[in-house]
């Protein structure tokens, strides 16, 4: 019998928010990006639009600013309906993307700025 696999969704990824939708923004993804939930990202200083994290740039993207809550294919365009966990929350690390080249140093310095944000990066069942 074949196997399904469905993908991520968000209580998946998110296993505590703040009430009153507190942990969460409306956001605006740079055109050009196609994440999907579970990105972590960073804000891009000069357009002030989230793009994945990238540690090695100098544009702002190098430091994590949250995780999306939702996916978001900006290929064609900016799309400002982007989901951003960008507060007070938990979210499992077996749902968090993080960038396929990224060091262990450099995902730990993401993590210890994503938790002085709030968010914690945990294990989850």
Do not use: C, F
């Amino acid at each position: 019998m074949p196997s399904i696999t469905q993908p991520n969704n968000l209580g998946d990824l998110l296993k505590y928010e703040a009430p009153n939708l507190y942990s969460r923004e409306q956001d605006t993804v740079a055109a050009t990006q196609n994440l999907p939930l579970g990105t972590v990202v960073g804000r891009e200083t000069a357009t002030a639009k989230l793009k994945a994290l990238d540690p090695a740039a100098t544009d702002g993207t190098e430091a994590a600013v949250g995780v999306l809550g939702n996916d978001i294919d900006a290929t064609l365009a900016d799309r400002p309906d982007a989901l951003l966990i960008a507060r007070h929350a938990i979210v499992a690390r077996g749902a968090v993307l993080w960038p396929s080249d990224i060091t262990a140093p450099q995902q730990a310095t993401a993590t210890t700025q994503l938790a002085a944000l709030g968010i914690l990066v945990r294990d989850s069942a």
